[in-house]
């Protein structure tokens, strides 16, 4: 169903080759102004620099560009880790989670210009498309979805570099490109080239962040990180926000092999998809933040943590960002990490984080009720009763079926 | 509530200290007979040596010996590797596996010989003394259970050295003691000395069967494993039983640092503890079975099996192997597992298990429906469809909300 | 999508007003032979009657009725009642566990018959679409589906009926029919009409097997269920096969005006709707059953029972019955329900099913442990032990905020 | 472990024979002053007269009357509904409500007094001890606790009365009692007498509140309650707070034989008890609440909330209202019910509660999109793609197998 009649157009536009044939894909085919948004999630210089005039070179009426840097923070990254959100297992949702951000700057910039329809240059095969416009949905049900991928007859980078050509809009872009690639302040992905086939390894090229652990230092290196309800507030005793402390773990992780990631996911859409993701800070403070946690909640909080972050990731994965269900699970898991204040020590060494030390004013460690001491809150005696209580529906069981 | 009047009790004796002390107490406090039950789980054989003289020599009238490595692999780590159970995110279970398989071959002993009680030497601050408890009462709920540390006045190592010396009984058992530690073929866990305190990292002496990630070789080792069902089958081709794998994988494990985990955990009678636990060859396992189900399970199979493993880590842990809902989890992970087959290759290097390639006959991921080819399966423009009715309810509440 | 070169179609054929007009629509648009196909779930014999005259009437080259009621009762029915699934809290799944077996039967016969298509008269707004469509993906992938309410330009019953008169077909359809029914021996369903306004309360001429709770006896009347391993063997003592059991407690329950559900409910694709529901028997019997698990399920059985049933519901509700998960979920129900066997009394009496007694040779209740006496299981000073280490975290919790 | 060394204690004072037992026997075997402590929750003026006095006339130095109804409706009661708790699926948590609101209230007056102990009248056997002593050991772990019936050798009421008059202290008690009763001003519940054995209904006598379903009247009962943000604001129009709001809807369900449950339930400490309740305005009120949910919530967000409302009810029922994991669900709880806002009507007709008319500002259901028109929010074409990507992995799956 291709939407009629739309006037004026706001683009998640890259710079890439895809969103700069859409642009002029979009006045041929729609006769509307186009908007080029570019958002600032902290993917690099290198992919923002000149942004705007190519933008305006590919025939965009105007260019704007917003730097969510902050919000993708503070409101996103710090608040899912309190979730424990890691999708199957392994995943830290680095594009699943810049995607509502993106898509709420872009909404508020099509009413605030009277835009009449979205656009943005996602496959037809890929989550992203998904998240999109399951946030579109619920901010701006009321404005149109333009969605090229879905629509077009192109189906290759040379046809959408002959389409280019044809409309003599210049492009650095080549015709052949082995990895899409995909990057944030949090992570970067990759997909493509030889590990669509789950039976090869990684090839060293696929990296771009992070040195192999074979590469790595041979000296381990520590790292402190201070955390306030569950929102990470220092590195190595600095106290810092959250994009620069980012940064900060970026690059120490980067240096010592953390963060790689190959996993074969499932899409949204019901197929798998094999990717490799680099997030050397993300995995560092996610191993911290666990860590805490360890010392400071107890047996049921945990388990509703961990039953919580399960549930989120899908969640997160999903495009779901803005409903109830979100609010609520973040409501839960905000409570819980109110607890979370205290200092995790972790060791850096070839790919590996290890949690090497921690402490808080909230533990419930107790040396002395783990050890021999401390009698008067926990009495070796008590543990019989419990544990006739606790195995008592056992013991009536097979009461019951030695009677019989 | 000390039981009264027994003749004859089975205690699951190690060789230690503590045990060797319980058999001459319980002939004291309960003027019974003492038959010690030894179980090989695989604690390896400097622990075995000698162990029958040894209970002899302590007052044993005799000593029985059990091999329970293979009902040990096969009727419960394998089974409980199919749901993925890992406790608090890290613990791979292996003192919490042996118990119920030791606890079981001690009241069939019992039965045997006509027992009236059973006996162990847990302290009364652990888990340990609730598994063996559970399992005692749902298998033979009509003896009795003597659980001598939540009874006698003994409270320190060398309380214990005095009474056996007092005794006559000789021990190669010394004062002190910086460790605690339990060891069988999954796992070795270690307790106590420095770990005691969180903010301390575990030091070098802690460690009994892996080399430190910096130790080991500086050049990466690839091992393939192939399951049929969730069970492995064979390593690098060669078929085997479970128990030679398991012994294999350590080995190699274990020269590349793998498997080392450094936990603060919530014990099951509401304390907290620190404990440091080396499973190399259950750390490959397991990510090499994590690496088939990626490949394999489709996205609400993976997420319930993720919900089974968090409840199965918790009933394993707890003690309650002999329950009807172990059962049920059970046949839920089996019924599964009936999918994983297939081989995959793990890297090991200095500490990281990296899953690198993966195969499956089930394999839900197909190259052609991930990218641009395959249409026949995946039509880019169903996308549409699924997008619109997956958000439908986020736009009919946005729509709701903007006519208020 | 609409489907191309089909040559043989396997129509699911009901004989109502859709399916009439649908088989020569399926000729003149796909030029094909149609084979109508009828399950008889005992959806009752004024539906059934002259059904194949019907078909072959309206063009179809043949027609196949095929009693499904067993499997039904058997392989859906049963299995999910011990999963405890309930739809959002009220819907007994009457249609939902019926579009499996009825979609099954339908590849079947199209594979016998060597046909190329499968067709089925859902609306697009609805569930039962996906149900029939996910049935065929997972067991004939490879056949065609034609879904003609998505694809025609029909939109009233006045332009059916005006199509079925062109092309002199006969039908004793009318033109106006309030609401719409879907019945099978476990439930009938009610949509439209007063209803599509939840502000209105239904009328009395929407339900069709049940007196109102108003128009039934005075006088209670007592019915026992007898359970085998959570299926249902006799009623009042006297044993029949399933299908005989629920006709006759549907008779029962309908006298008593038992079953009458009012919902309003998510559908999978994304929209609400307002359902009335009439499952007397089925009410009856998923009352006593649970009536049964009360007394046998130990607590952590029961809330994993519960968690089951909330996700088996979806799965059935969603047309996932084909599907790895549904075999796991459904091998830990029956594990569990391998207790479930005892009987049970219910109450019938105005609408309301009351469990009035029960009794189980796997009873967990024992009265002398509930009462004063039976302390040899059941030591009133257990629980002090018992409740010192349940709530030790709260103790300490306590105890580090005091010193702060 | 009876503790030593008290001075003054504050006992949960009810005025009924344990208690008044229990001030004479504090003082006897604790050398201690004694304060009564007699919390007002509804249980009716008739318990509550003269209380005081009998307090005085048992021994005690002072007797305290604290009235927490509305505490208890606004700070656990209405906050519990919006989780949907019901404890395994039938009790709706009555006396397990009041619990933590009476301890803390009592923890309360031993501070202020500057007692040195609590204590409570409740059995070894059941749940109470836990919820008094769990909420003591978060609020107060520095008091000590005395639980007279696990500690005293008192079997009996005759033996209880024997003691009474001893110590020459007058009683009205009797010394046969077939039913034990809690009330408050949620319900009343009923244990003992012939409802020991599950396969006896309980007789007419049992129940205090309601009339059974015959002597209900023969013509139905409409109520309308009115929600704001998932709390109860109107009944019939009328604006009352909750604890009015209660009290009406009490007298309309037990006219019309409303809210009566008989259970076999599990107990925290491991066995089974058979019981009665009534809960005729909180049985309408819950109905009515989710009457309301069905047209409001999501699908994600419904299943989400029968998840929250499963472990709330346990962790209602256990006695851990003074953790952080009640903090959290109930955040989630109060989040998801901001929407809750709008009216019910129910019918109440002998023992039946049904919601017939609902409406809401944040309704999901739209007529225009449940049927055939609105197709600019739902486009029938669009189910296509949806169900295609849904069964994508069936079909994948089906597509391998066919292969090999």
Same mark, same amino acid.
């Given at each position: 169903m291709s939407v009629k009649n739309v006037k004026k157009v706001v683009l998640a536009y890259s710079g890439g080759l895809d969103t700069s044939a859409i642009v002029p894909w979009l006045k041929d085919n729609y006769d509307c102004e186009v908007i080029a948004f570019v958002a600032n999630v902290g993917q690099g210089d290198e992919e923002l620099a000149g942004v705007e005039q190519k933008a305006i070179n590919s025939g965009a009426s105007s260019c704007y560009v917003v730097d969510l840097r902050e919000e993708l923070v503070n409101?996103?990254?710090?608040?899912?880790?309190?979730t424990g959100a890691v999708y199957e297992g392994q995943y830290l949702l680095g594009?699943?989670?810049?995607?509502?951000?993106?898509?709420?700057?872009?909404?508020?910039?099509?009413?605030?210009?009277?835009?009449?329809?979205l656009c943005h240059g996602c496959t037809g095969k890929g989550n992203d498309q998904v998240r999109f416009e399951g946030a579109f949905a619920a901010l701006a049900p009321q404005l149109k979805v333009i969605a090229p991928w879905r629509e077009w007859?192109?189906?290759?980078?040379?046809?959408?570099?002959?389409?280019?050509?044809?409309?003599?809009?210049?492009?650095?872009?080549s015709a052949t490109k082995i990895?899409?690639?995909?990057?944030?302040?949090?992570?970067?992905?990759?997909?493509?080239?030889?590990?669509?086939?789950?039976?090869?390894?990684?090839?060293?090229?696929?990296?771009?962040?992070?040195?192999?652990?074979?590469?790595?230092?041979?000296?381990?290196?520590?790292?402190?990180?201070?955390?306030?309800?569950g929102e990470l507030k220092k590195v190595n005793g600095q106290a810092m926000n959250g994009v620069a402390a980012i940064e900060l773990l970026n690059a120490v992780g980067s240096e010592h092999g953390v963060g790689r990631i190959d996993i074969v996911e499932n899409r949204l859409v019901g197929m798998k998809s094999r990717g490799c993701y680099e997030t050397p800070g993300g995995t560092i403070i996610l191993a911290a933040l666990k860590g805490l946690e360890a010392l400071v909640y107890d047996r049921t909080s945990l388990k509703?943590?961990?039953?919580?972050?399960?549930e989120f @990731? *899908? !969640?997160?994965? +999903?495009?779901?960002?803005?409903?109830?269900?979100?609010?609520?699970?973040? $409501?839960?898991?905000? %409570?819980?990490? @109110? *607890? !979370?204040?205290? +200092?995790?020590?972790v060791?850096?060494?070839?790919?590996?984080?290890?949690? $090497?030390?921690?402490? %808080?004013?909230?533990?419930?460690?107790?040396?002395?009720?783990?050890?021999?001491?401390?009698?008067?809150?926990?009495?070796?005696?008590?543990?019989?009763?419990?544990?006739?209580?606790?195995?008592?529906?056992?013991?009536?069981?097979?009461?019951?079926?030695?009677k019989d």
């Open positions: 409101e996103v990254i710090f608040p899912t880790l309190k594009t699943s989670m810049a995607r509502p951000v993106i898509a709420r700057a872009q909404v508020k910039l099509a009413l605030e210009l009277g835009a009449d329809a007859e192109f189906n290759s980078r040379q046809s959408l570099l002959n389409y280019l050509a044809e409309k003599k809009i210049p492009t650095t872009a990895y899409s690639r995909d990057a944030n302040l949090w992570h970067i992905s990759h997909e493509g080239g030889e590990i669509e086939n789950p039976w090869n390894e990684p090839s060293d090229q696929i990296w771009m962040w992070t040195k192999s652990p074979e590469q790595a230092p041979d000296k381990a290196e520590y790292v402190e990180l201070s955390f306030e309800a509703y943590r961990e039953e919580v972050g399960l @990731a *899908q !969640l997160v994965y +999903d495009g779901r960002w803005f409903t109830p269900l979100k609010d609520a699970l973040l $409501a839960a898991a905000t %409570s819980l990490a @109110a *607890q !979370l204040t205290g +200092d995790v020590v060791k850096l060494y070839k790919g590996n984080v290890t949690v $090497a030390k921690r402490r %808080s004013p909230n533990s419930l460690y107790s040396e002395a009720f783990a050890t021999f001491e401390g009698d008067e809150v926990y009495n070796q005696k008590d543990a019989e009763g419990f544990i006739r209580l606790y195995s008592l529906a056992s013991r009536i069981r097979a009461l019951h079926a030695k």
